[in-house]
């Protein structure tokens, strides 16, 4: 084991216990003052986020609501012809099924799964982030602001985000290391999991073409510094040759192939998990469409705080409590801009694969956003996009502002870990 695999573990399992203390106090406290949300038991007909007593369950309160009850159900029942439930990419709950049995409880085996999947990520962000940082304070940094972000809690519930973000760090970092076999097996493991892995690819190709790599310097090419000519539009051409070991990364989209094949002979519908959207309320919005319609719903959220009155409702198409929709498209905009300023500082600071991962990752929520909320779950897509607290970890440290930055996301992680636990809809 190398040094800097040493160490990554020692940062990230400092940054594991010390993120879930906070995540296990806000949301137990917040269940025991709080109390369960008024009209949310329908979310959970048949308590599989609640299936033990009193006790049990308040500890387990953190860990398991909203969409944890589907990952369960897919996990206990599997699709069972049911289109909703496609959406819900099948690696997460498989894992889940066949652990769920030696531990006694899939809730349980879920929560494993995660936390392990969590410390993977963070050992591997280390090491990925030391070596594009060039620092180890930058890399401790960069760890400790994914696990203390806002919306971290998710990394330790029966959610999928913990498994994708190890495995879009593992496959990213191996071909970060020139080994192009291991790098298309996770890619493909990812498209597996999650919508958007297929998305790993764009990455896996401008890195074996682009770099930076481990096992070769650039080339002498057209497309190389080091070739004296690069000069206008021959930048773009490739700094590495085109060799067979590319053939690898075609792994990554038949993750996503098996999924639309199962589907295809289970229930007859491969392309079910398009067709799922419609019910999730997805709706085609045009080439990052939800921008717009995101910034015009903060918008009519401010409006609707200012004016300090039920009526008149500005952004009729989300409905519910007039307030409660408008503070929360407040808050998906607030990430939406952080996550801009971010996407916009990797592209500066990082090697261009990175930010052109997180521009394709968030292709799809924001072009095909929900209807009633457009940016709905933007906080859970960009919490997985490592490069984002890469960069984020690299401007702190410049400005000296890391430890005011992580106190910070650790006072919203305990609010919105407190919101979750009692059913009150964070992202």
């Known amino acids: 084991m190398s040094a800097d695999t040493r160490a990554g573990i020692r940062v990230a399992w400092r940054a594991l216990w010390t993120s879930r203390l906070v995540v296990m106090a806000a949301g137990i406290l917040a269940v025991l003052g709080i109390g369960r949300a008024p009209g949310t038991t329908g979310f959970d007909p048949n308590n599989l986020t609640a299936p033990f007593g009193y006790f049990g369950n308040l500890l387990v309160a953190p860990f398991a609501r909203w969409d944890s009850w589907w990952y369960l159900t897919i996990a206990q029942h599997g699709y069972d012809h049911q289109l909703m439930r496609t959406a819900f990419f099948p690696l997460y709950p498989l894992i889940v099924r066949g652990l769920g049995p030696i531990v006694g409880s899939n809730l349980i085996a879920g929560v494993i799964v995660s936390l392990v ?19 180890a304070s930058r890399a401790r940094l960069a760890v400790m602001l994914v696990a203390f972000c806002p919306v ?22 191996e071909a970060r290391m020139g080994r192009w076999t291991m790098a298309g097996l996770l890619g493909a493991l990812g498209a597996a999991e999650r919508n958007s892995g297929v998305m790993l690819a764009v990455p896996l190709v401008l890195l074996f073409l682009y770099g930076p790599r481990a096992d070769r310097p650039p080339g002498p090419g057209p497309g190389s ?9 021959r930048r773009l051409l490739p700094r590495h040759p085109i060799e067979p070991s590319i053939a690898w990364i075609a792994l990554v989209p038949m993750g996503l192939f098996a999924y639309l094949g199962y589907l295809a002979l289970s229930i007859g519908d491969g392309f079910a998990p398009l067709h799922a959207q419609t019910l999730w309320f997805h709706h085609f919005a045009g080439p990052f469409g939800g921008v717009f319609d995101g910034t015009v719903a903060a918008w009519d959220g401010l409006r609707q705080l200012i004016h300090g009155s039920p009526v008149p409702v500005y952004f009729t198409a989300a409905g519910g409590d007039p307030f409660v929709v408008a503070g929360q498209n407040l808050m998906l905009f607030a990430f939406l801009v952080l996550g801009v300023v971010a996407f916009v500082g990797a592209l500066r600071r990082l090697p261009i694969a990175y930010g052109a991962y997180v521009f394709a990752a968030l292709a799809l929520p924001l072009s095909d956003p929900v209807k009633p909320q457009p940016l709905s779950s933007l906080p859970r897509y960009e919490v997985v996009l490592f490069p984002l607290f890469m960069w984020g970890a690299a401007w702190l440290e410049e400005r000296g502002w890391g430890d005011s930055g992580l106190a910070g996301s650790a006072v919203l992680l305990g609010l919105f870990t407190a919101m979750f636990a009692t059913w009150r809809f964070v992202a």
Request: hydrophobic share 65%; proline share 0%.
């Open 117 to 135: 999947s969590f410390a993977v990520a963070l050992v591997l962000l280390y090491r990925l982030a030391l070596l594009e940082l060039g620092s």
């Open 225 to 233: 510094a080091a070739g004296g000519s690069a000069l206008g539009w």
């Open 152 to 173: 971290a809690f998710f990394f330790s519930a029966v959610y999928s985000e913990s498994l994708f973000l190890a495995l879009s760090l593992g496959a990213v970092f």
